[in-house]
């Protein structure tokens, strides 16, 4: 599921999101439609993030699962950090914004 | 972390940096021998000096960094580890003293057996057995079913196939079992060697990278698929009739249209893969890459050019033949490792260095970690080479190829610099 609607809480997650780069590209992984969701529950103290790869063989993945957890976990150091890798629905090209796509080719 | 992910299946960097570190020296080694017999290129091509040169780009340049790339894609490709790290080093101890022993059997090649070519070519069959049995096996713990698995498993029982050729046709120098024409065996074991082992492997990488690389989701697997088919079917018959007496001519020439259609195919691929791409903008990796494909192409026609004109025309087409041989080893094989070194090496190291240190220190990015100037600059100057070579060629100057050698002396000493620099890269940590 692709979550349309983020809470202005969760935006300010999405906008620390956007430091992990993907490192074939450069561009990073907002921007290239990896964030599926960002959950964030102020009461329970717990933060969820659901991302996907571009293809399952990336060779760099779990680099940037490492790299989301590490950067939510310095952030939100009161919160539990769970960042779910899912493949459903698949990624395509069509999910880069049009920052990502510009970037892309510069 | 979770399961479907790639790091974890990356081999150990031991194992894939050897190769890289070995490689760029057979690359200088082969290009400096050609530099001081450059006007072998305008005799007869079955010669010693053309003979070495061939080895040593094949298997100490291309098949030793292609060995040392492959431990490193398929568990991108085929998503499961490598079967075994300590054959990889098997292999690559084989590899490299049995490359020692053949080259120096080939260096004073005179049409018979030594003791050389029998250990050189034993040796390197032991290693490429034990390379075969790592990836069959490999492959049989992978589940996936995907083109690319099926073009690399071709690949490497063809590149078995083809070095057991080699081995069996020198020792025919020796014992004479053959009834036919020595020339034939020797045209099977190219035929094998270039098409079977490497454009098979070339395709099956490819159908996943180029994509990847590229950003594009919906591929043409009906052209791969065909390509398959088509290829194999060609190989496969140039290798059986090489063993029956009085075949009709005409079903060579359909096997080696199979082959060309096979490489059609996979040109139209990558030119659909170009044409959709997301990723407009393309790096040093691709844009050497995208050079040895428009070279596959020329190659391609200058084969077809040398068919017709000894078979149709009746003409003497020898040169034209190395030009086409040129195009294929030192122009699509060489372009496109020198375009893939960027898209593979950069990032086993990157992993070694920096795996541990991401979200928690900025880091520098794979691309980096070598020098995009020196790249562009043996981009520019195998292009020179490559020119010089065919019009050296062409208008029979030596002068030309002299400086088309010396070009590709420099294009293998900047690349190899640039490879060491990331090789022996020193962690940095941006503040």
């Not at chain 2, 960097?13 to 082969?30: R, T, Y």
């Not at chain 2, 000493?413 to 962690?427: P, S």
Request: with cysteine.
């Amino acid at each position: 599921m692709i979550q349309q609607n983020f809470t202005d809480e969760e935006l300010k997650v999405v906008e620390v999101l956007k430091q992990v780069p993907d490192p074939e590209v450069g561009v990073n992984i907002v921007d290239l439609g990896l964030v599926y969701t960002v959950i964030k529950d102020d009461e329970k103290k717990t933060l969820v993030v659901d991302v996907t790869l571009s293809t399952p063989g990336c060779p760099v993945g779990d680099t940037i699962i490492q790299h989301i957890q590490t950067i939510l976990e310095v952030t939100y150091p009161e919160y539990a950090v769970t960042v779910n890798l899912v493949w459903e629905p698949q990624w395509t090209p069509d999910m880069i914004s049009e920052q990502g796509k510009m970037e892309l080719n510069q | 972390m979770q399961a479907g992910l790639s790091t974890k299946n990356a081999p150990s960097i031991w194992v894939v940096a050897p190769h890289f570190l070995l490689a760029p020296v057979s690359f200088l080694m082969a290009s400096l021998y050609l530099l001081f017999h450059y006007g072998a290129l305008l005799g007869y091509h079955i010669s010693a000096p053309v003979l070495t040169v061939l080895h040593l780009m094949i298997l100490g340049w291309v098949t030793m960094i292609i060995f040392g790339a492959l431990y490193q894609l398929i568990p991108v490709v085929m998503e499961v580890k490598l079967f075994s790290e300590t054959l990889a080093y098997i292999t690559l101890t084989g590899l490299v003293s049995g490359l020692f022993f053949l080259i120096t059997a080939f260096m004073g090649y005179e049409f018979q057996l030594t003791n050389n070519f029998i250990i050189g070519g034993s040796l390197i069959i032991g290693a490429v057995l034990v390379f075969t049995i790592n990836t069959l096996v490999t492959a049989l713990k992978s589940d996936k079913k995907n083109m690319s698995k099926l073009y690399i498993v071709s690949s490497a029982i063809y590149l078995l196939l083809t070095v057991m050729m080699g081995l069996f046709i020198v020792l025919n120098l020796k014992y004479a079992w053959l009834t036919k024409a020595h020339t034939e065996f020797l045209e099977t074991h190219v035929v094998i060697g270039l098409v079977g082992w490497f454009l098979m492997l070339v395709i099956g990488v490819a159908a996943t990278l180029m994509p990847m690389f590229l950003i594009v989701h919906k591929i043409r697997e009906d052209y791969l698929k065909w390509g398959f088919y088509l290829i194999n079917a060609g190989v496969i018959i140039i290798f059986t009739i090489t063993f029956i007496n009085q075949v009709p001519e005409f079903i060579r020439v359909v096997a080696y249209l199979m082959i060309l259609s096979g490489l059609v195919l996979f040109l139209l691929f990558n030119y659909d893969v170009f044409s959709h791409r997301m990723r407009k903008k393309l790096d040093i990796g691709m844009k050497l890459s995208a050079i040895a494909l428009v070279l596959l192409l020329l190659s391609v026609i200058s084969f077809v050019l040398v068919y017709f004109g000894n078979n149709v025309l009746g003409l003497g087409v020898g040169r034209i033949e190395i030009i086409a041989g040129i195009l294929l080893v030192y122009g699509f094989f060489t372009g496109l490792i020198l375009g893939q070194t960027y898209k593979t090496l950069p990032f086993i190291i990157w992993l070694f260095h920096y795996q541990k240190l991401v979200g928690k220190q900025k880091t520098p990015l794979p691309a980096d970690l070598y020098s995009d100037r020196l790249a562009t600059i043996h981009m520019y100057s195998f292009v020179i080479s490559l020119l010089l070579f065919m019009a050296g060629l062409l208008f029979t100057v030596k002068l030309l190829l002299m400086l088309a050698a010396v070009a590709m002396v420099f294009t293998s000493i900047v690349y190899g610099i640039n490879v060491y620099r990331m090789i022996f890269h020193k962690k940095q940590i941006i503040k």
